[in-house]
């Protein structure tokens, strides 16, 4: 950079604008007070009358009342600026304070928006990065819980259905006893292994994936689910169906654990504004806080680009809902 461009910059610096800007208020105040001062017929004598002070007073008072409102509209978009730094939240994006109008601070708003704009990106990206690393890893722990936790399992199973049919008969009843133990431990490893690679997301797609979700989340927490996709969805990539899958799972766990729910509804419908995914629960509701499933949950809507809002209606309950539009229908992570 060319110092001729240095010294461009520092003359469009927020400092000197806002320097300029207190200067020219500040003059102009104080050059009106001098012109009314001198065609006014007022005088001040030398020594001060005492009918002389209040003339000096109302002057006086006028000249500040006069600085104090300009300097207040002035620097206005300065407090509406501090309320958006309070307020920013990376997982509530593209809030923004708008610089049209505000004239010399138009450079420090519109600054400060690039640089949400920039962590916004830089957010997104590392999100991503930790969300694919997750992902991956669930994969190869569902894959070990399968190949090797599963078939060690299998081959105690079959273990003791030899020694069952080779045992004398008094033992036979405990042996089966153990075999049912060892099944439903097989049986449990499948499900966490499922819970954690949606293999029939990849091999059978998102409808047939969310009605065994559902199934699997009723049999485990004995909460029943009305569940209703439509047939006709429009084309998604796989990583939009990912995500709308884990926020599906992350919804229906969290209506058993935390809302304490006893009926719980999944849709999935297309609309004009896009896809919306819909958990809806009859729990405690009232989330006071957003723990970490929560935003967990926005994280990975940030990822497709998709809008996610949970509520609590009047009448009790959680209401989590996911809107994908349509130009995202392709989006990768």
Do not use: C, W
């Not at 300029?20 to 020594?47: D, E, H, K, M, Y």
């Not at 000096?56 to 006069?66: K, R």
């Amino acid at each position: 950079m060319s110092e001729r461009t240095h010294r461009r910059a520092g003359a469009h610096s927020p400092g000197r604008i806002l320097f300029r800007r207190l200067f020219a208020i500040n003059g102009l105040v104080f050059a009106v007070g001098t012109l009314v001062l001198a065609l006014s017929p007022a005088t001040v004598s030398s020594p001060m009358l005492l009918a002389e002070i209040p003339v000096l007073t109302v002057g006086l008072a006028l000249m500040l009342a006069a600085n104090a409102i300009l300097l207040r509209t002035s620097l206005a978009p300065l407090d509406a600026l501090t309320t958006l730094m309070q307020r920013v939240d990376l997982l509530h994006p593209h809030d923004r304070l708008p610089s049209g109008g505000n004239r010399d601070l138009a450079h420090l708003i519109d600054t400060f928006n690039a640089m949400l704009d920039r962590l916004e990106a830089e957010r997104g990206a590392s999100s991503a990065h930790a969300l694919a690393a997750q992902e991956n890893e669930r994969r190869r722990i569902a894959r070990e819980l399968h190949d090797e936790i599963g078939q060690s399992l299998t081959g105690v199973l079959l273990s003791l259905k030899h020694a069952a049919d080779h045992a004398p008969h008094d033992l036979r009843e405990e042996l089966h006893g153990v075999q049912e133990s060892v099944r439903a431990s097989l049986d449990e490893v499948g499900q966490v292994a499922r819970r954690l690679r949606p293999g029939v997301l990849e091999d059978l797609g998102l409808q047939s994936a969310l009605s065994a979700l559902s199934s699997d989340f009723s049999q485990s927490s004995g909460v029943p689910v009305i569940r209703r996709v439509e047939a006709d969805l429009p084309s998604l990539s796989e990583e939009v169906e990912l995500v709308l899958y884990r926020i599906a799972q992350e919804g229906l766990t969290n209506a058993a654990r935390h809302a304490r729910a006893s009926r719980v509804e999944l849709s999935l419908t297309a609309g004009p504004d896009g896809l919306e995914l819909r958990i809806t629960d009859d729990g405690r509701g009232g989330v006071r806080h957003e723990g970490a499933g929560i935003r967990g949950m926005r994280e990975r809507a940030l990822l497709i680009g998709a809008r996610l809002t949970v509520t609590s209606p009047p009448d009790g309950g959680t209401d989590v809902r996911l809107t994908v539009p349509p130009d995202t229908e392709r989006r990768a992570l």
